[in-house]
């Protein structure tokens, strides 16, 4: 039979006996072991007798020179030394800790922000400043108020609040269609590089920018709706051509937009496909932004849904007809809104009926993808061909798609790398300043924002390639590294900070 006692150490001690045992048998074990204890007794000296034999009475007579701690017998004064010096070192430990804590630091200044990390600080101040309706109290430029607070409302054939929103450039008008277009591509920024906007310091503030304007953008037709039949494009206006007039307007009263009293009329749009696609875009490219807001998100992509869907079934110019935006921002096609709309749609929810469209041949060859001309090439509020060929050849480097889609992908993948070459200055598609600005405009009024767009696709196709593990491109039998494109898009910033940006 095993029995099992309990070792110090703690593993199981197994002890073996014969049940069989006689009485005799464990009396003579039992005076063997008093033999051996007493022969033994004799042979320890006095210290060692009193851990065995003393009772406890007796121990507790004498001052101990041992401490017993239950699995080691240390000698006392040792001990002591070793609790004594355990307590002095962590009060050492201690008052080092609170010298450190206690006497100021001295940190280095940080490293002053490059040109680049300047320049966009103040781009983004700019979209601050064109704030319209009720500035928040962390608006970075302090002498900014609230203004616009009855847009809307003042206008009794609309009657609903148009509060908030961007101001254009030289006004105080509210043009839904290129504000549209600067919402789509600072959301295709961030999708882009939003880590380099994280190291400046402003991926927040380029979101709150971004969501500043697509909430209005939510605002001026029904978004909670499948199907509508309006929008409101417009608000404020600014034909003078009258002259005679004194209908008090944005252009006629020369004022600040905080001092602004009279009512602003709302212009609606029943059959304006470009101006809704573009929408569609800013909606969906924004959606891709706060795709960790899933609630928010979704609610972008129901109201890009339901834009795309009214520019299919509407089908006009929202400038048509001689209206005000046609002053200011005509629109040439929507065929263009219809690729660049449909691309975004399809990034926004993998739904192929978006992709079937924007790769649709009849769609791309009504856009001018196959017959060039001036304007080709170049990217901008009116013409957005451009960069749906550079979005939908990311499209094809990265996830493509195959049959049947494969064709016109590689086409407009083509048309993209020609668009490149077209930049160079070894080619002479555009002329250029003395300073080096290629004037993509051909000598139009306001020729910056066709450039720093040029500057940001050629950048962002330079890194398209790298990232495909492609050193380049050929322009005819000639390869061109990718740093080619990346040159070009540091000279045209560099060259743009000294020209001046007309205003209105």
Request: aromatic residues 12%.
């Given at each position: ?22 009485d005799d048998d464990r009396s003579r074990n039992l005076d063997l072991d008093r033999a051996a204890l007493s022969m033994t007794s004799r042979q320890l000296d006095e210290t060692q ?43 050492l430990a201690g008052l080092i800790t609170l010298i450190v804590k206690t006497v100021p630091r001295h940190h280095r200044p940080r490293p002053p922000p490059d040109n680049y990390t ?387």
């Amino acid at each position: 039979m095993s029995m099992y006692g309990r070792d110090p150490w703690g593993g199981p001690l197994e002890i073996s006996h014969a049940d069989s045992a006689t009485d005799d048998d464990r009396s003579r074990n039992l005076d063997l072991d008093r033999a051996a204890l007493s022969m033994t007794s004799r042979q320890l000296d006095e210290t060692q007798q009193s851990w065995l034999l003393a009772g406890p009475g007796d121990q507790g007579k004498k001052k101990k020179k041992y401490v017993d701690l239950g699995c080691l017998i240390v000698s006392r004064k040792l001990f002591l030394w070793t609790v004594g010096a355990i307590v002095a070192t962590a009060a050492l430990a201690g008052l080092i800790t609170l010298i450190v804590k206690t006497v100021p630091r001295h940190h280095r200044p940080r490293p002053p922000p490059d040109n680049y990390t300047l320049a966009l600080h103040k781009a983004l101040m700019f979209f601050n400043a064109q704030r319209s309706g009720p500035i928040p109290k962390h608006n970075n430029v302090s002498w900014r108020g609230n203004s616009g607070m009855k847009d809307g409302i003042s206008d009794p054939s609309h009657g609903k609040s148009l509060v908030g929103g961007f101001y254009d450039a030289g006004d105080a008008i509210k043009f839904n269609f290129p504000s549209s277009f600067a919402m789509t591509m600072l959301s295709w920024s961030v999708i882009e590089y939003s880590a380099k906007y994280e190291a400046a310091g402003e991926l927040g503030h380029v979101k709150e920018i971004i969501k500043w304007g697509v909430d209005y953008l939510l605002k001026t037709f029904n978004s909670s709706a499948d199907t509508i039949d309006r929008i409101a494009a417009q608000v404020g206006q600014g034909d003078t051509s009258g002259g005679t007039s004194t209908t008090p307007n944005d252009h006629y009263c020369w004022m600040r937009p905080e001092d602004i009293d009279y009512p602003r009329p709302v212009l609606e749009c029943h059959s304006c496909s470009d101006l809704a696609a573009e929408m569609a875009a800013a909606l969906a490219s924004a959606s891709i932004v706060f795709k960790d807001n899933k609630a928010y998100s979704q609610k972008l992509v129901h109201g890009a849904a339901t834009l795309f869907k009214f520019s299919r079934e509407q089908r006009g110019r929202y400038s048509g007809g001689g209206s005000d935006a046609a002053i200011f921002y005509n629109s040439t096609s929507y065929w263009d809104e219809f690729v660049w709309g449909g691309a975004w749609m399809y990034l926004a929810t993998g739904n192929s009926s978006f992709l079937q469209l924007a790769t649709h041949p009849t769609l791309a060859k009504h856009a001018g993808a196959f017959w060039g001309g001036p304007d080709y090439g170049v990217l901008s509020w009116d013409n957005k061909l451009t960069g749906a060929q550079v979005l939908l050849s990311r499209l094809r480097l990265f996830l493509s798609p195959g049959y049947p889609y494969e064709e016109i992908l590689r086409t407009f993948h083509n048309q993209t790398g020609i668009i490149m070459c077209s930049y160079l200055p070894i080619f002479n598609t555009f002329n250029r300043t003395k300073g080096g600005l290629i004037q993509l405009n051909h000598g139009r009024p306001q020729p910056l924002q066709y450039v720093v767009n040029a500057a940001f696709l050629a950048a962002l196709y330079s890194d398209y390639l790298e990232a495909s593990d492609s050193p380049g491109w050929y322009c005819g039998p000639n390869f061109f590294p990718t740093g080619v494109l990346r040159d070009f898009a540091r000279t045209q910033a560099c060259s743009s900070v000294f020209v001046p940006r007309p205003i209105r």
